[in-house]
């Protein structure tokens, strides 16, 4: 018979010996203590455009990622990366489909939960940066933050750390316009990080980096992944990251053909 560990005063239980606390029936307790994935999809679909023009850019996605995986994301260009990570960010509705993320339904939210569940959960790399043109580099990785509600004087402090970790310490009041394609992604990524989010979803975040920096790109993501729990979703062309992955999923014509796991090559 399993002997559940007493409530220790002044100190935080554990967490299953919290829920075994609250509940001795053992099948309670593992559900409770259960985790969800960070991301389950079931036959996500999404065609853009209609009549002769209609494109089907996602034809049925079935995709799973575990809390604190790094789950890379492979594929020829057009295949439906990009569209599958717009609908996993909550940017894109899809046609059909269900999507959870942290147990969340997203397709349930509206356009208000939604936007609070990015600010609060999710940090999105976008391939083209999306950088704000007019804000300087501080500004723009700031922006989450004061989409938070956080005072303008503590984000910018936040925002010029983030930058400093970043290794663009001298660019903090650099227009975007200034800055090569290299820098434009520290600050993307920056940007991404800079709330602290749950779930991190990259597009291609080392295309436009050297060898050198790319790979400071993904010691840091790692970092964070391996000390913080957090959980990486990555589409990538660039080969040299492959073995920071557990899995990496290969995409083509809107589907995922196959998930090949770390150390194992493709079938
Ligand atoms: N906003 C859009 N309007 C119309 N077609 C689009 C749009 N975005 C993507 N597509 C099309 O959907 C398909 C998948 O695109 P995308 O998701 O960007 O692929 P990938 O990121 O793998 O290159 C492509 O055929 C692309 O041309
Ligand atoms: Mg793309």
Redesign the pocket.
């Known amino acids: 018979m399993a002997v559940h560990r007493r409530h220790r005063y002044n100190d935080q239980p554990e967490h299953d010996e919290c829920i075994s606390f609250i509940s001795s029936r053992p099948c309670l307790a593992a559900t409770l203590s259960a985790s969800p994935p960070a991301l389950a999809c079931v036959q996500i679909t999404k065609a ?2 209609g009549g002769d ?1 209609r ?4 034809r049925g996605v079935d995709l799973t990622v575990r809390d604190g995986e790094t789950m890379m994301i492979v ?12 609908v996993i960010s909550t940017l894109l509705a899809p046609d059909a489909g269900q999507c959870r993320i942290f147990g969340e339904d997203i397709l349930e939210f509206s356009e208000q939960e939604k936007e609070h569940f990015r600010l609060q959960r999710i940090g999105f790399v976008f ?1 083209s940066f999306n950088l704000l043109p007019a804000l300087s580099a501080r500004e723009n990785v700031a922006i989450p933050l004061l989409l938070q509600g956080i005072s303008r004087a503590k984000a910018l402090d936040k925002a010029k750390h983030a930058l400093s970790d970043a290794g663009l310490p001298a660019k903090q009041h650099a227009l975007p316009g200034a800055l090569s394609g290299g820098q434009k992604q520290r600050i993307a990524i920056a940007r991404a990080l800079v709330h602290d989010p749950q779930l991190i979803i990259c ?1 291609e975040p080392t295309s436009a980096l050297d060898h050198r920096t790319g790979q400071q790109v993904m010691e840091r993501l790692q970092h964070l992944v391996k000390t913080f729990g957090k959980t990486l979703i990555i ?1 990538t062309h660039d080969s040299r990251i492959f073995e920071y992955a557990d899995r990496i999923a290969h ?1 083509d014509d ?1 589907r995922i053909l196959d998930i090949q796991k770390k150390g194992v090559s493709k079938s």
Do not use: E
Request: with cysteine.
């Open positions: 853009y455009g023009a494109v089907f850019a996602l594929g020829p260009s057009g295949c439906g990366k990009t569209t599958l990570l717009s391939q597009d589409v995409m809107g």
